[in-house]
């Protein structure tokens, strides 16, 4: 069970500064054009996300590889960035014990990044005998995912000689791109990324199911969570779907000057979501171009915070700051575990109140709290509260953010589904690090970085 109440964002209940009924009404031309648009575009076959969990030969596909791949390694390395390993790494921080790595195998680390000193350490502290080296990137042409994948195969083919494929999985295209490329030529094992399902909205496919799969999450259970949650935000209906009214609220908000969305999950388990939400959201929304071909400039900034933990330290902007966030609190019903806090300490008010309760009580209390003062605040503020952390909860997640942000994209009559604007910063790079055909860009690149005023600080 998901509950998703938006009390919080009411004229209710945060007066001159909340949303009523009529404003949601008052939208009701956009709505439905921004419903007809994702329909139609489904009914292509142009957006595929919302159908990922009957992709039953893909599923298969999966389930058989990560089959083969069980009991063989006791590390899985996952090479990919953006959306080719946030969601992979939401599935496994939410569904595996937070210290699953220090027990247990296979042991799971995503690089994500191209730091020099963090890839080195973590190849000086596994054998690549031991290890499996999942590549993903469905350009296959990512410079950061490439780079990476040359240090990992040729460190394998000196240390394993010819055995170096069974050590190598690639997800990538299905047809195109110098991974699918590679696989053909050397003979590598490899699963698809439809062509329709872009990065940031692939979690669903091998990209999240395969590592997974092989840390024996059961993704049957996501894909049936992310299929009831799709039954219900296909609904035209922004008050029978949730996803639906998610965005609208966002998009109010957006117009009455709220640029920020913070999303705040009481839960640790929960907080890389929290890193996938905030570029789903962001990549997705910040455009320049309208879909009519108008400089618009949009998009809302996605803000992650993990309660209680950041009530330390947001919190007080969130209370006092400036009126321009809506705060999104993810809740957790029933923790897995729990612990109870000892009857020690009788005599000292300080501590005395805190005994014999569970801490899973104290952690919600606080979210309560919380969400009452910003309330009080007039802050918008809403709570998705779920029963429990598990696979069909997590799934559903995926889809109703999904949904969300593909239908906030099209209020805002942008593009969701295209990221036009990391293309420059990425063709600075290939000029910068000599690729042939990118020559022309150096110019720009030193204009853009002359040295105009500086400071010297000697330590
Ligand atoms: O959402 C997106 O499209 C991006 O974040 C990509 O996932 C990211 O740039 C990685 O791309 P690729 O999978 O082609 O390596």
Redesign the pocket.
């Known amino acids: 069970m998901i509950r998703f109440d938006f009390s919080g964002v009411t004229k209710e209940l945060i007066n001159e500064r909340g949303i009523s009924k009529e404003d949601i009404n008052a939208l009701s031309p956009i709505i439905k054009e921004a419903h007809d648009i994702l329909s139609s575009r489904r009914e292509r076959g142009e957006i595929l996300f919302y159908d990922l969990p009957y992709a039953k030969d893909t599923i298969n596909q999966v389930k058989d590889l990560a089959g083969d791949l069980s009991g063989k390694f006791k590390n899985i390395v996952h090479l990919?960035?953006?959306?080719?390993s946030l969601g992979p790494k939401a599935i496994f921080s939410a569904l595996k014990d937070p210290f699953h790595n220090y027990v247990s195998s296979p042991r799971m680390f995503f690089l994500e990044n191209i730091d020099p000193e963090y890839i080195a350490s973590l190849l000086d502290n596994i054998s690549a005998e031991e290890t499996l080296f999942n590549v993903?990137?469905?350009?296959?042409?990512?410079p950061e995912?490439a780079s990476q994948f040359m240090v990992v195969f040729d460190l394998l083919k000196t240390r394993l000689g010819k055995n170096y494929k069974d050590h190598l999985v690639f997800i990538t295209d299905p047809k195109d791109g110098v991974l699918r490329r590679l696989a053909s030529a050397h003979g590598i094992r490899s699963l698809p990324i439809p062509k329709e399902v872009?990065?940031?909205f692939?979690v669903l496919t091998p990209v999240g199911l395969l590592p997974a799969a092989m840390c024996s999450i059961d993704i049957d259970k996501l894909l049936d969570g992310a299929a009831k949650m799709a039954d219900i935000v296909t609904s035209p209906d922004v008050f029978k779907n949730p996803a639906y009214m998610y965005a609208c609220i966002h998009f109010i908000a957006f117009v009455k000057g709220i640029n920020i969305s913070v999303i705040m999950p009481y839960s640790n388990a929960l907080y890389d979501l929290a890193d996938w939400y905030r570029?789903l959201w962001a990549?997705s929304l910040g455009k320049k171009t309208s879909l009519d071909n108008k400089d618009v400039f949009t998009g809302q900034t996605p803000v992650k915070a993990l309660g209680a933990t950041d009530q330390h330290s947001q919190i007080q902007l969130y209370m006092e700051g400036p009126f321009d966030k809506i705060i999104n609190i993810i809740t957790v019903k029933h923790y897995r575990k729990d612990i109870k806090i000892p009857a020690i300490f009788n005599d000292i008010n300080e501590l005395a109140y805190l005994g014999s309760k569970d801490m899973s009580e104290l952690i919600n209390a606080e979210a309560s709290s919380i969400r009452a003062a910003l309330i009080k605040n007039e802050r918008p503020t809403t709570q998705i509260e779920i029963d429990t952390i598990n696979g069909e909860t997590i799934g559903a997640l995926f889809m109703f953010f999904e949904v969300s942000t593909a239908f906030m994209g099209y209020l805002l009559k942008i593009d969701p589904f295209n990221?036009p604007g990391?293309e420059l910063g990425k063709q600075l790079t290939f000029s910068l690090m000599g690729r042939p055909g990118f020559e022309d860009k150096v110019k720009m690149l030193k204009d853009s970085l002359k040295t105009v005023e500086y400071m010297h600080i000697e330590i």
């Open positions: 990919g960035i953006g959306g080719s993903v990137s469905k350009s296959g042409a990512t995912t872009g990065g940031r692939s570029q990549e990221q990391v």
